[in-house]
């Protein structure tokens, strides 16, 4: 099996994004909708730069209009777009350039989207409340776990990542919330404990 994919979002210093990185993270994610965790193309585009190449800088949209989201993401110059709301293929069309990664972040359903329906690349499950911190059933039987690469997300923390990628056999995983320390603010304890335990 392929080494886990291992996504930490809404960073937004730089000791957020080392720590993210040294501990081994695959992506790191710069949120542009509105959040408690935005920041601004300025920002994004300064600590993109610390990254090195062999992990993904991600933009996260939510709603936005398409000439927006590639501007923040030109200005910024991240390498992946993830858009997290109601937007239609039409996007993902208008967005695709050479070597940019595009997610698709949907709500968990009982009938499992297939990756790669919309023309992304990715595909991310998350909660029904995006960005709320909560868990949602992952263990249920009912739950019909995706073809293609696609990460898990929604409520996820060190304690429980583990016991999560066992239940639904997830291609990756994806966090912000569960390693913080406050709404907001990056625990680099909780980035290093979260990649060790979900590493497994």
């Known amino acids: 099996m392929t080494e886990l994919f291992v996504k930490i979002c809404g960073l937004r210093t730089e000791q957020d994004v080392d720590t993210a990185v040294a501990a081994g993270a695959d992506a790191v994610g710069f949120v542009f909708a509105p959040s408690p965790r935005t920041v601004d193309a300025h920002t994004a585009r300064r600590l993109a730069e610390r990254v090195p190449d062999d992990v993904l800088t991600v933009g996260v949209f939510r709603g936005q209009p398409i000439a927006q989201v590639r501007e923040l993401t030109e200005a910024s110059g991240i390498r992946a777009v993830q858009l ?3 937007e239609g293929p039409e996007y993902y069309e208008a967005l695709r350039a050479p070597g940019r990664v595009l997610i698709r972040a949907t709500a968990a359903a009982r009938i499992a989207p297939r990756s790669g329906e919309f023309g992304e690349d990715m595909l991310l499950l998350d909660a029904p409340e995006p960005g ?7 263990a249920s039987p009912e739950f019909a776990t995706p073809a293609g690469r696609w ?3 929604g409520g996820l923390h060190p304690g ?10 997830a291609w990756g995983v994806d966090v912000s919330s569960g390693v ?3 709404r907001g603010v990056k625990s680099p304890d909780l980035i290093r404990a979260f990649l060790a335990a979900a590493r497994g």
């Open 180 to 182: 913080e320390s406050e």
């Open 151 to 153: 990460l898990l997300a």
């Open 132 to 138: 709320s911190g909560k868990p949602w059933n992952w």
């Open 84 to 86: 997290h709301g109601d």
């Open 160 to 169: 429980n990542v583990r016991a999560a990628i066992e239940a639904t056999g």
